[in-house]
């Protein structure tokens, strides 16, 4: 992670509040798909970790999984409730709407308006979370008045999200 990348700040802060300690070897992976799984971890982290009161239910989230009670937590908050069939598919990219939807549901966040952007219909089930994030500085999409909603979010676009997010903290 180069000092003057625009995830820099993030992926320290992130470092160093323990929701992400990288992919091993020293290294953040900003460039590569968050995973289902790895965005409903850090949002749980960035809650404090709470112990849930159950595990999921979901047949493809293992019991000895590092996110079995990030996604039993996220399942209890009202963040997600998988993805049909009985099924969370952690190891599925994480959508930029996932992402943002997941982070908006986590911290109950309302929008004032719709969404401004050209590839965000109104009446997606990502529309609100996407204008929460923009009117709050979370995001500004990917230019060209378009957030891309349907493009896998990256280790460093996530922690951006979730840095911008809890600075109001």
């Known amino acids: 992670v180069s000092t003057d990348a625009y995830y820099y700040e993030a992926v320290k802060w992130a470092a160093e509040n323990s929701i992400t300690g990288g992919v091993g070897n020293g290294l953040f992976g900003p460039d590569l798909t968050c995973s289902r799984a790895q965005i409903v971890t850090f949002l749980w982290r960035a809650a404090g970790s709470p112990e849930p009161t159950a595990l999921s239910t979901f047949a493809d989230v293992p019991a000895d999984s590092y996110y079995a009670k990030a996604v039993a937590w996220a399942v209890e908050n009202g963040i997600t409730t998988g993805t049909g069939d009985g099924k969370f598919s952690p190891d599925d990219p994480c ?75």
């Open 95 to 169: 959508t930029r709407g996932q992402a943002v939807t997941f982070l908006a549901r986590a911290l109950n966040a309302k929008a004032a308006g719709a969404a401004s952007f050209s590839d965000v219909p109104a009446d997606a089930y990502f529309a609100q979370a996407v204008a929460w994030a923009a009117e709050n500085g979370i995001t500004t999409g990917v230019g060209e008045n378009r957030f891309a909603p349907e493009d896998p979010c990256t280790r460093a676009q996530i922690v951006t999200f979730l840095w911008r997010a809890y600075q109001g903290d």
